[in-house]
């Protein structure tokens, strides 16, 4: 299994990125994907997470507004729109997957397959 993240990039402040996530290796059916990020000398940090079907969604309540969660099942793909960026959004960010619907997706060792993660600058 593979989940190949990008997307990263240095913005300024008040910008917006989409990252990417495109999954292989499997079948994906019934799973979740969740998006984590990692600054520095911080602990990982959950940050939206979406189900197969798409149809649900969830958020860290801090970003809730300005980050939005989707998926292209025909391409295998996660998509993270991260809008009106702000320097403390700087982070490694990592897609992850999961295979169940379990309800603790906040929680980073439920997830069995990891990305390398994709860096995200935003600057003042």
């Known amino acids: 299994v593979q989940l190949q993240a990008s997307g990263g990039g240095l913005v300024q402040a008040g910008g917006s990125l989409r990252l990417s996530c495109v999954a292989s290796?499997?079948?994906?059916?019934?799973?979740?994907t969740g998006w984590f990020r990692q600054a520095p000398d911080k602990e990982r940090e959950f940050v939206a997470a979406?189900?197969?079907?798409?149809?649900?969604?969830y958020y860290a309540d801090s970003l809730k507004g300005r980050f939005t969660i989707s998926r292209d099942n025909a391409k295998n793909t996660v998509y993270l729109q991260m809008n009106s960026l702000k320097p403390e959004d700087t982070a490694d960010y990592y897609c992850?997957?999961?295979?169940?619907?379990?309800?603790?997706?906040?929680?980073?060792?439920?997830?069995?397959?990891w990305g390398q993660g994709t860096q995200v600058t935003v600057s003042s």
């Open positions: 992850a997957v999961r295979m169940d619907y379990g309800l603790d997706y906040t929680r980073r060792e439920k997830y069995d397959y």
């Open positions: 290796g499997r079948t994906f059916v019934g799973s979740t």
């Open positions: 979406i189900r197969w079907t798409g149809v649900s969604t």
